[in-house]
């Protein structure tokens, strides 16, 4: 664990012992596009190259909530 008070570098630390320990669950990451999951999977990849294990199965689904990037939307 790091000692700072960085709130985003605890949240990876969190993380990356979550992923340690459960390393053979089925990972579902939830992903909108909004700010605030696009920051849940940053802090996930982040925290799973930091990890150094490679885990059994990670899914990300990807939820059209409507209220998009119009940069997402595009073709």
């Keep these: 664990m790091l000692l700072t008070n960085d709130p985003v ?5 969190s993380t990356v012992e979550a992923i340690r320990q459960r390393a053979t ?3 579902i990451l ?3 596009g909004g ?3 696009s920051a849940a999977l940053k802090i996930f990849l ?14 990300v689904i990807y939820c ?8 997402l939307e595009a073709d």
């Design 9 to 13: 570098l605890k949240a990876i630390d």
């Design 30 to 32: 939830a992903f909108s």
């Design 64 to 71: 059209d909530t409507g209220v998009e990037n119009p940069i």
């Design 25 to 27: 669950a089925n990972w």
């Design 35 to 37: 700010k605030d999951s």
């Design 46 to 59: 982040a925290a799973y190259k930091k990890a150094r294990i490679s885990l059994a199965s990670v899914t």
